[in-house]
């Protein structure tokens, strides 16, 4: 059944790349990037069972959040075009 | 196994092939933060869950924001090249066959006769306890301690280096032409 999983997520990682290839705007790249992030942290929490070793699953965690930075840095940087602070206060 | 590294392995390549040869910086961007993930993925399968951290947290999560970084300060479309450079493919296809042609005597995956788990000496695992009082991971044990000066120079090159960066990328200082307070002002919210 983990195998059936894992096959089915690899796939799913596969259409994210080709979306992440041909995706005419950036928001199609941002979603299958963050689509391929979440694919790879169900893949490792498959693997870690498929294995029996679950004291990996932490890393599951570690990728999920730097997903999530990620995002937030890539969606802030095509609003603003860059990283400074605002220019609050004067 | 097998079934899931092959993919992997061929999602990598597709992957680094692809953001070698787009335009868009800004996709290649996203491109090498999907090869972080997969590599990492890969490196947990081989059984090395601390480098696959380690590429997860730099990889995926550092090296993409000094990209992105980098890219504000410079321009978002590569220019394009014209014709095949010859050198280059040449010196990259000699260096790829010599890599090759040095992994044919290496030994097998996870062999317990390679070099790397004999030679040192075993009794490090067997000795560490009693040596370090007890620290439980071997690992922490041989980075911590009996490698604790090489950890040291290490951390202090990977400080150094961020410190090289981080005064590289930092904003600019407000413009001249402005009059004091407004300076000031600036500064003091910065």
């Known amino acids: 059944m983990f ?10 990682m ?9 995706g ?8 299958a990037l963050n689509m ?24 599951a965690l570690l990728y999920s959040l730097m997903n999530f930075i990620g995002m937030v840095a890539l969606l802030r940087f095509s609003q603003f075009g ?7 206060g004067n | 196994m097998t079934y899931i590294v092959i993919p992997i392995l061929a999602l990598l390549a597709l992957t680094a092939v692809t953001g070698a040869r787009i335009r868009d910086l800004w996709a290649a961007v996203m491109f090498t933060g999907i090869y972080s993930f997969l590599s990492a993925s890969w490196m947990l399968i081989l059984d090395a869950p601390d480098v696959a951290f380690t590429e997860a947290a730099v990889g995926a999560g550092i090296a993409t924001f ?29 260096t790829g066959g010599a890599l090759i042609y040095g992994t ?17 000496d075993p009794s490090y695992v067997e000795k560490s306890q009693e040596d370090i009082h007890g620290v439980p991971n071997v690992v922490t044990a041989v980075l911590a301690s009996y490698r604790g000066y090489d950890t040291l120079g290490e951390t202090a090159v990977v400080f150094t280096a961020g410190i090289a960066v981080l005064l590289i990328l930092r904003r600019p200082r407000p413009p001249v032409g402005r ?3 407004a300076g000031q002002q600036a500064e003091a919210g910065s």
Not at chain 1, 3 to 12: F, R, S, Y
Not at chain 2, 70 to 83: C, D, M, P, Q, Y
Not at chain 2, 105 to 119: N, T
């Open chain 1, 82 to 88: 860059h990283f400074r602070e605002e220019a609050a």
């Open chain 1, 36 to 59: 391929f992030g979440t694919k790879t942290v169900l893949l490792i929490c498959v693997v870690c069972f498929l294995t029996g070793r679950t004291d990996f699953l932490d890393l």
């Open chain 2, 104 to 120: 044919l005597d290496m030994p097998h995956f996870g062999d317990p006769k390679a070099p790397v788990q004999v030679y040192p």
């Open chain 1, 3 to 12: 195998v059936v999983t894992a096959i089915a997520i690899l796939i799913t």
């Open chain 2, 179 to 181: 009059s004091d307070a």
């Open chain 2, 66 to 94: 000094l990209m992105l970084g980098t890219l504000a300060l410079t321009s978002r479309t590569e220019k394009s090249s014209s014709g095949i450079p010859v050198l280059p493919l040449f010196v990259v296809a000699i």
């Open chain 1, 14 to 22: 596969a259409l994210a790349l080709v979306r992440a290839m041909f």
């Open chain 1, 24 to 31: 005419p705007t950036v928001f199609d790249r941002v979603l």
